[in-house]
């Protein structure tokens, strides 16, 4: 058996991270999954001292935004994943995977990719056809970068300060580019 490829990190590192439901299949399916969800990466948030900089629940996959200081991703996203699953698996009576595989982190080395992807995340849901603009999604972290809604997990700071902290400026950023979806 060949080993796992060891994922790059360093303090201060920044991935996307995504997660899909195994065979494609949905990952939530009322909104209590979607609202445990995000209880238990809030949890995982503050214990792994991780700053989510951008999260959006999609109904099959997850798209996060983080930057791991102190840790890598990977004890992070093992007891977000097993822990959600846990819960899925046991509410639903099922037995087996709920994620399809590893968990996909790509590592956000310049400003460019940082914004980039948190415009790709939260254009998400629109670009799936599931609302008109992005604030209209409730799973996504959108509404705390243009909206007085603050979410004690989500740090918006970095990505707003390179607006002068101007949220119309990152609204217009986000919703005057398109970002293609691509199926995961």
């Keep these: 058996m060949i080993p796992?490829?060891?994922?790059?990190?360093?303090?201060?590192?920044?991935?996307?991270?995504?997660?899909?439901?195994?065979?494609?299949?949905?990952l939530f399916y009322s909104h209590l999954d979607f609202h445990r969800y995000l209880k238990i990466l809030s949890h995982c948030v503050r214990k792994y001292e991780v700053e989510l900089f951008s999260y959006c629940l999609m109904t099959n996959h997850t798209h996060l935004q983080i930057l791991c200081s102190k840790f890598p991703p990977g004890d992070f996203m093992k007891e977000l994943n097993?822990?959600?699953?846990?819960?899925?698996?046991k509410k639903y009576e099922l037995t087996g995977h709920v994620f399809q595989g590893r968990y996909g982190a790509e590592l956000i080395e310049d400003r460019s990719y940082l914004l980039d992807t948190s415009r790709y995340i939260?254009?998400?849901?629109?670009?799936?056809?599931?609302v008109m603009f992005p604030l209209e999604y409730p799973w996504s972290s959108y509404r705390y970068y243009?909206?007085?809604?603050?979410?004690?997990?989500?740090?918006?700071?970095?990505i707003l300060g390179l607006f002068q902290n101007s949220?119309?400026?990152?609204?217009?950023?986000?919703?005057?580019?398109?970002?293609?979806?691509?199926?995961?």
Aim: charged share 25%; net charge positive; aromatic share 12%.
């Design 4 to 26: 796992r490829t060891r994922r790059i990190w360093y303090p201060d590192a920044v991935y996307h991270v995504t997660t899909r439901g195994n065979r494609k299949e949905p």
């Design 167 to 184: 949220k119309p400026q990152y609204r217009d950023y986000v919703e005057s580019k398109t970002s293609p979806v691509v199926e995961l």
């Design 122 to 130: 939260h254009m998400n849901p629109v670009a799936a056809d599931l």
């Design 82 to 89: 097993e822990t959600y699953a846990m819960y899925f698996n």
């Design 146 to 158: 243009v909206t007085q809604s603050v979410c004690p997990f989500v740090e918006t700071s970095t």
